[in-house]
Structure formats: C-alpha cells, structure tokens
C-alpha cells in the first residue's frame, strides 16, 4: 500500500507543476483577499490587530475551497478515477495520497506566506507562532473534509455550489478553534485547548475522511 500511496502522491504533485498557474492561484487569492482588508477598513494598528486572526483564517478556508473541486476532477474525466476504484489498492489510500498532494499545494503555501501577512495585519509576535500551528493542523482538515464533498460530487457537471453548500458548514468548527486560538495569544491567554481539540479534529478526520471519500466516489461512479 506504501508504494501505490507514494506513487499517486508524486503522479499528483507532478501534474500539478506542470500546471504552475493554476498552482498559484488560491495563494494568490489568499494574499489579495488578506491584502484588502486594510484598504477597506483602514490602516489603524489596534483595528486590524484584533481582526487578523478571522481575516487569515477566513480567507485560508476560502483559498483551499478554490482548488477542492480539481481534485479528482481530472481524474474522473479521463478515466482514471475509475480505473483506481476498480485496481485491487485499497481507494481509501489512494484518497489519501491525492489528499496530501492538495494539501501540500494549496495548505503549506498559505501557512509559509501567514506570518508575513500577519505582520500586515499587526498580529503580535507572540500570537505569529500560534497562527502557524493552528494552520497546519487545520488546513489538513479542510483538505480531508473539502475531499468527501468531492468525491460526492465529481460525477455533476456543474458541482462547484454544491460542494461549497455541503463543504462550508464542516468548515465551522475548524475555523472557530482556529481563529480563537489566535485570538487567545493576541490576548495572552493559554492557547492549548484549541490546539488540543484542533489535533483530535486531525486525527478524526485522517481516519475517517478517506474512508467516506472512497464511498463517495464509488456512489459518484456507480
């Protein structure tokens, strides 16, 4: 199983950089949209210092739905999504290395560039770490989650408000512990339950998303 997984994650990693501009777009996205909030509210410091955690977190959350919907997409137009349903691998683990791959697209990206749009948005130093922890625990998660609304609607020509309609509200909690997590620090407050709560939020979805992602693309391709 460790080959097929490590196989399908280069087979998706390699694809998409042969599509670099593609590649950058929900980056680019996350940049602009943290970007004009200080246009729009103003420049005050104190202002924009108690809102930066729902702004990054906000936009990160958005910035991931904005490359859910090609996930399998590709796949499931050529064929090949398929022909992986249908090999003898387990598709829970084939969901899982194509997961990874989104995730180390479109998550780890944002949680590098983070901090410096903190920085714009007058986050403090102490809160800058928390930001970066709470966003590598909870943007797995959102690419977990995004992959069940996916696969339940890859076989749609037209699925992308519906994925956004069954995607949004799992979202919930994840942005919640997020932002408070943030908001906690910026405050000076113990940060560690959100933390806590965030990795059991991972662990959960680690062993079950790929499970019913694999359901949902059977029912999709059935």
Known sequence: MGHVFVRVLMRDLTLAFRHRGELANPLVFFVMVVSLFPLGIGPAPSTLAEIAPGIIWVAALL???????AMFRTDFED????QMALSHHPLSVIVLA???A????????????????GVLLYLPGDAMWVLVASLALGTPVLSLIGAIGTGLTVGLKRGGVLLS???????VPVLIFGAL??????????????????GALLVLSIALSPLATAAAIRVSIG
């Open 181 to 198: 997590a943030v908001n906690d620090a910026t405050a000076g407050l113990s940060v560690a339950g959100h933390l806590y709560l965030m």
């Open 165 to 171: 309609l069954l995607v949004l509200p799992l979202y």
């Open 98 to 100: 194509k997961v990874l």
């Open 79 to 82: 064929g090949s999504l398929e």
């Open 102 to 117: 989104h995730w180390l697209i479109t998550g780890l990206p944002l949680i590098i560039i983070a901090p410096l749009l």
């Open 63 to 69: 910035a991931s739905m904005l490359a859910l919907d």
